[in-house]
Structures are given as C-alpha cells and as structure tokens.
C-alpha cells in the first residue's frame, strides 16, 4: 500500500494541452516535493512547497499543497515533448526522510 | 560539480553472488540515502546517513543487505548473497541537512543491478 498515492499513473498527450497530476494521501506531511525523472537518469527535484494552501509556480508548472497539508497538485500549462518524464511526489514528516509516491509517465507528443 | 557519482552504472551478476555498490556524495553534503527503484514497488529509501552515521535502516529489506559510509566521501551498498528478486535500479541521493528542515536531495545516476 503506498502511503502517497499518485493519479493518473501514466498519462500521454498531445503538445499544447493541459494536464493535471495528483498526489493523496491521508496522512499529513510538514512539506512535500515534485521530483522529475528521465530515462537512465536519477529523480530532479522541481519544488518544495511546505505551507497548507500554498501555491508556487515554475515558468509553466503550477503547484500547489492542500489546505490540511496532505495532498498536492501539479498543473502544466501548454505541455511540451521536453515535459516528457516521470513525475514523483515525495512527502517529508519531520528531517530528511522522504516517501515517495509511485509517480505518473507523462508522453507529451508533437 | 561532478554531482553524486555512482559506480556501477550497470551490473549483471549471477544468483548467490556478492554485489558492492559504490557512490561519492556532493562535496560538503552531509546526508546520504540509498533508494531502490523497481516499477512494481516504486522509489523505496533503504537506508540514509546523517554525518556518516546510520539514522534509518528501516528500509533494508533483509540481513543480505548492508551498507557503509566510512567517510564523507564515500558509501557502499553490499548484497550478499544476491537474489533475482534484488534486480532493481539502485539510487544514492546527498543533501545538507541544516536546522532539521527538509532539502533537496541530489540523486546520482543509479546503478542497474540484474541478477540471473
């Protein structure tokens, strides 16, 4: 059972629309990370967002924390072919430790 | 910076066989984790390092596991003896932990393990 639950699991479209990405969980978390991760290379961190409600914004990436700090979204705007990756949320209770979710594919085709 | 730097990036060993896994940390980090990736059970941390000290090792699935952090500079992840159900890719991630708040973990490249 994972503890942060990623929808959807893969998701493929095309250039220029908009998608969204969900993590859930029914525990709570002091923050919460969007890692991105490509074919034979390790996860890249995109934000941290640590503040329930909060919302931060990354050129065409939009994130943003529950209220009750326990889920969290990702919204991109004009997707494009270099948006192509896996998407993993990770959630942090205290220190460094971190659990991550499953994570979502996303195609992005020109 | 050469980043966190892995070594192997790719090893096929055969069933019972001893498997060490290498990694150096950023220069100056002072926290290391070891993460297995497989696509039935995800990104799972193993194991993590607050100033070469074991914090953690909830994660490592059996006693065949075991892991080292000698120095700053170094850690080893050993499996012995090794098993199919070990191929996976491994990762090893380095952050400063400062003040007890969470940081951005620099991930290497992993390292393929397959185990005929």
């Known amino acids: 059972t994972q503890l942060l639950e990623q929808s959807p699991q893969f998701l493929s479209i095309q250039e220029g629309e908009n998608l969204t990405v969900y993590c859930n969980s029914s525990?709570?978390?002091?923050?919460l990370q969007w890692y991105r991760q490509e074919p034979g290379e390790g996860p890249v961190l995109l934000v941290t967002?640590?503040?329930?409600?909060e919302v931060k914004k990354l050129k065409r990436l939009t994130f943003q924390f529950g209220d009750a700090r326990k889920d969290s979204s990702l919204h991109i705007t004009a997707a494009q072919p270099g948006d192509t990756g896996l998407y993993l949320c990770?959630?942090?209770?205290?220190?460094?430790?971190?659990?991550f979710g499953a994570g979502t594919i996303l195609r992005v085709k020109s | 910076d050469a980043g966190v730097i892995q070594s192997p990036r790719h090893e096929v060993t055969e069933m019972g066989q001893e498997v060490t896994l290498r990694c150096k940390p950023i220069?100056?980090?002072?926290?290391l984790f070891w993460y297995r990736q497989t696509m039935m059970r995800g990104l799972e941390l193993l194991i993590y390092?607050?100033?070469?000290?074991?914090?953690?090792d909830s994660g490592m699935p059996e006693d065949r596991f075991s892991a080292k952090m000698p120095n700053a500079s170094f850690s080893t992840l050993k499996i012995q003896p090794s098993e199919p159900r070990d191929s996976a890719v491994y990762f090893c991630?380095?952050?400063?932990?400062?003040?007890?708040?969470?940081?951005?973990?620099?991930f290497g490249p992993g390292t393929r393990l397959t185990v005929t």
């Open positions: 991630a380095s952050s400063f932990l400062s003040g007890g708040q969470l940081s951005e973990q620099y």
């Open positions: 525990s709570v978390f002091s923050s």
């Open positions: 990770a959630g942090a209770r205290g220190g460094n430790k971190l659990v």
């Open positions: 220069s100056g980090h002072n926290s």
């Open positions: 967002v640590v503040t329930g409600g």
């Open positions: 390092f607050n100033n070469n000290v074991p914090i953690d």
